[in-house]
């Protein structure tokens, strides 16, 4: 088994994605978490998370009020990986805004 963990930072040095996730002969076996997060009030704060926790692959969305938790179909946990990198690279402006409560 292998764990590997890496950031990708965005446009700026305050907004990043964190990965992390075990992979056995070339396969991802769990997806312990691929996370944008912004620099907010001098900590690192989560936006957007994907996660294999509870069983399954999901997104959870930190928002002003609640947060919101959405359920993936995909159960292939190489192709759960690409997918939520992928939204996170293309979609952190949107979940931010949502969490800054820019977005109604």
């Not at 590997?4 to 907004?15: I, N």
């Not at 294999?52 to 009020?65: C, E, I, K, R, Y």
């Not at 919101?68 to 939204?87: G, N, P, Q």
């Amino acid at each position: 088994m292998r764990r590997v963990r890496y950031f990708m930072v965005l446009e700026t040095d305050a907004d990043r994605i964190r990965v992390d996730f075990e992979t056995e002969r070339g396969q991802v076996i769990v997806l312990h978490v691929v996370q944008y997060e912004t620099m907010r009030r001098g900590a690192w704060q989560p936006v957007a998370r994907y996660d294999s926790a509870h069983g399954f692959v999901h997104l959870d969305l930190q928002t002003p009020t609640d947060p919101l938790k959405y359920r993936m179909t995909v159960e292939d946990l190489d192709e759960a990986l690409s997918f939520a990198i992928e939204d996170l690279k293309a979609n952190w402006r949107a979940y931010k805004r949502r969490f800054v409560g820019e977005d109604s």
